[in-house]
Structure formats: C-alpha cells, structure tokens
C-alpha cells in the first residue's frame, strides 16, 4: 500500500481528496501546513506528496526544493497558479507533475499512479548500518536474511533508524504508534521495543536498541 501525504489548505478539497485516495486503496497522511508537513515525514515514509503552492506558513515551491535536497520523493504540485509561468516554476523547483485548481478528480488519480510507476524502487527501501528497510512489504533485510515485523514493529524501527543515532522519546513513539490521542500504556511500548531487540540479535545484526533515562530510545551501530 502506498502512502501517500496530502499538503492542502482548504479544508474542503482536503476532505473530498483523502476520501477519494483512500477508497482507491492508499494510505493518506494530512497536513494544513509546510511546518505540519515537516512533522509527518519525519516520522512517517511517503511514496508521494500532492502539495499546494500557497501555504499558510510558506510557499509550497521552497518546501519542495528543501524535501527534494533530503529524499527522491515524487512530489506532484495542485495548486490554483494555473498560469504557464507558474507551472515552469513548480517544475524547476523539483516538482514531478503539476495540476492545476480546479482539476478532475480522474486525472490527479491517474497522475499520481504515473508517479508512483516512475518512482519505481527508488522509493521503496531505507537502509541504515546493513539493515536494510523494505517500505513495501515491511520486512527487513540483515546479512542477506529476512526479518518478519509487525506493522508497529515496523513503524517503530524505521522511526528510531530515520533518527539517525538520536534519542527519540517514549511520547514521539508512542504518539506515532497509537495516534495523538491514544491512551496506550507504556509497557506497550517497552513490549514491542524488547520484541524488535530479540529479532535483531536473532540476525546477528550490529544494531542495539538503547533505553535511555527519562524513557526515550536509540538505534545505533555496534
């Protein structure tokens, strides 16, 4: 299942896209904002991003050239600038497609599947210190051997690997895992970490999954 991140404003156009993506099988990630954008690929993987120009709190051109400089992600601008000028500049930002408001809902569904085709593997994995992450199937890969994970299993370790040997604490986790408004306990937590540790030394791997004081975690290499 793809995941896809919608960046948009209008709460309307918001409402009628997620509903339509979803019931074509995709996961849909929200965000009003450039900031709230920021927030959810730091901690979630997306295959797309469907991203306005005119942003509350910046233009949508200089977040693509800033999350096209981080990752190859395909990024397809929807935007009310219709003018040519405005789509020679979405395109030099590093936008993928663009489609301009008002648009048929058909043709941003058909354009996004073309994205996706394009983006290939490229999307697809995330490695870090030779455990390499497949986002497709959620497994992962450690001295050529496959590692079976629970989709919160999964979710958290891409999230501690993303960080990139930085403490992430027990609340970004479990806000991730269970949602903002979620009450789960955290023995939860500790359970799937300790169920993630016993499935890397099973592989051998020179990864450790580290508790540190005031109740966050780090990945790190051995």
């Known amino acids: 299942m793809s995941t896809i991140l919608l960046v948009e404003d209008n709460p309307h156009i918001m409402k009628i896209n997620a509903q339509l993506l979803t019931l074509r099988g995709y996961q ?11 927030e959810q690929l730091r901690w979630h993987p997306v295959d797309l991003i469907v991203l306005d120009i005119l942003l509350p709190d910046g233009s949508g051109l200089e977040l693509c050239r800033e999350l096209k400089a981080q990752r190859p992600i395909p990024i397809l601008f929807l935007t009310a600038l219709g003018e040519n000028q405005d ?18 809902l058909e043709v941003l569904v058909a354009r996004i599947e073309a994205r996706l085709r394009a983006a290939g593997e490229v999307r697809r994995y995330f490695g870090y210190g030779g455990l390499k992450l497949d986002l497709l199937t959620m497994t992962g890969h450690v001295n050529g051997k496959d590692i079976q994970f629970t989709q919160k299993e999964f979710t958290a370790l891409l999230l501690l690997a993303r960080a990139a040997e930085r403490k992430v604490s027990q609340e970004e986790l479990m806000e991730a895992l269970w949602g903002p408004d979620a009450h789960a306990e955290s023995r939860a937590l500790w359970t799937l970490i300790s169920r993630l540790r016993k499935k890397l030394n099973s ?3 020179r990864l450790e999954i580290s508790s540190l004081r005031g109740g966050g975690y780090l990945l790190e290499q051995l």
């Open 28 to 38: 849909v990630l929200q965000a009003e904002t450039a900031a709230q954008a920021r």
């Open 87 to 104: 789509v020679v500049e979405g395109l030099r930002a590093g936008g993928d497609d663009y489609l301009a408001k008002p648009y048929d």
């Open 203 to 205: 592989q051998e791997s």
